[in-house]
């Protein structure tokens, strides 16, 4: 059963449809049929230090 799946896997993974279109388009191509998201992302902070751990 493990070799089915691993044939089903490898197929899926070799047809020209899944190497011709990067992740990132594919997940745009979904989601501009619902319209799409925009996303807020949260400004970035200075890096902290970390703490000391001598005590």
Do not use: C, Q, W, Y
Request: glycine fraction near 4%.
């Amino acid at each position: 059963m493990k070799d089915e799946a691993r044939d089903i896997l490898r197929a899926a993974l070799l047809t020209e449809s899944a190497r011709s279109i990067s992740l990132v388009a594919a997940i745009r191509t979904r989601m501009s049929a619902l319209g799409g998201v925009e996303l807020e992302f949260p400004p970035r902070e200075a890096i902290r230090h970390p703490p000391e751990l001598d005590n």
